[in-house]
């Protein structure tokens, strides 16, 4: 008896999709030049990113595991106080002693001014209007509306220049002048509001301008004047020790890459007089599925390839009755 229904003789094979991701990964690399902090600072970011920056236990890992047995200068510095535009320095002068209000500086990292010009260290995530510089009008813009020390910092940079640096008197006089005219939200009183100017300390930050949170510190580390840190993979997990920063040592540094996601799609194809075989016709199928990709608003970040299976060929032959794909299968007819 004759069975019912189609048959179709098929071919299966297997596409592979990588698909790059907006998850960066950082990976490290080794440098075996004996130089000062600041030196293999440089390097890194002329040949890579930056010296490594290590933020977790896995991270300190993939370090230990490619510079094996050493000690290896990483990005983590310390440094006192910054102004929000690095490319300022802050100047210990006059100004710097003279500004501070009384019993100033006090712990904390983050710094106002007063209508009288007097600096004071604040909770970093109190809220108080803030001067932003123009570069543009070259000018102190006062913003009355409280955010805070870190939200009128990435204000400022997407509205102006940067948070307001104080590098001469001129400045100082300019901002707290401004002041002068802003009541305090909290007391209502003239004289007692604070803006947030540029000024930012940190204890300890990396090369890369990040915060530092993770810090595997060796026994009785750190250190009073020691600047710079070192990695020590001797024993695992690897510790960090405080070093000067004019200590000769190897170093390493890190660079960014895009994550990818690679899978395999089964792909039936319907036989007519064609030969799948031919490495030309693979190509074309392969841009056809590329396209339909494109159109439906996958970019170019998906890159395809044909799979070769353990018999070195690409597709395989199948019979199915009816003629119909399975859920997951992308089906063309050729």
């Known amino acids: 008896m004759k069975r019912s229904g189609l048959v179709l ?10 698909l790059q991701t907006d998850y960066m990964v950082k990976r490290f690399h080794l440098v075996v030049k004996f130089v000062s902090w600041h030196q293999a600072r440089s390097y890194c970011r002329q040949h890579y990113k930056d010296l490594a920056t ?15 047995m ?65 570069g543009a009008a070259n000018r102190h ?10 939200e009128a910092q990435s204000y400022c940079r997407s509205k102006y220049t940067d948070l307001s640096s104080i590098r001469i008197q001129e400045d100082n006089d300019e901002i707290s002048s401004l002041l002068q005219f802003v009541t305090d939200s909290v007391n209502g009183t003239v004289n007692g509001t604070m803006a947030w100017i540029g000024l930012q300390r940190y204890v300890w930050m990396w090369s890369d301008g990040s915060d530092a949170s993770y810090m595997p510190w060796g026994p009785g580390m750190p250190v009073g004047l020691t600047y710079c840190v070192t990695t020590k993979t001797y024993t695992l997990p690897a510790t960090w020790y405080s070093q000067s920063c004019h200590k000769a040592s190897a170093f390493v540094c890190y660079t960014e890459v895009r994550q990818s996601v690679l899978r395999s799609v089964k792909v039936r194809l319907s036989r007519g007089s064609a030969d799948l075989d031919d490495p030309t016709l693979q ?13 439906r608003g996958m970019t170019k970040e998906v890159k395809l390839r044909w799979k070769t299976q353990p018999d ?23």
Request: proline share 2%.
């Open 54 to 68: 290590i933020v977790d236990s896995a991270s300190n890992a993939e370090v230990s595991d490619i510079a094996k």
């Open 283 to 295: 190509d074309s199928i392969q841009q056809q599925l590329q396209q339909k990709l494109e159109e």
């Open 312 to 334: 070195g060929k690409v597709f395989h032959r199948e019979e199915k009755e009816g003629g119909h794909c399975e859920e997951g299968d992308v089906c063309v007819t050729v």
């Open 70 to 134: 050493g000690t290896y200068w990483i990005g983590l510095h310390q440094s006192n106080w910054r102004w929000s535009q690095v490319e300022y320095v802050v100047q210990m002068d006059t100004l710097w002693n003279n500004s501070w209000d009384e019993g100033e500086p006090r712990d904390g990292k983050c710094v106002a001014i007063s209508g009288q010009g007097r600096w004071a260290v604040r909770d970093c995530e109190d809220k108080h209007p803030f001067s932003c510089y123009s």
């Open 141 to 150: 813009i006062l913003q009355s509306h409280p955010m805070t020390w870190s």
């Open 9 to 18: 003789l098929l071919l299966s094979g297997y596409v592979s999709v990588c």
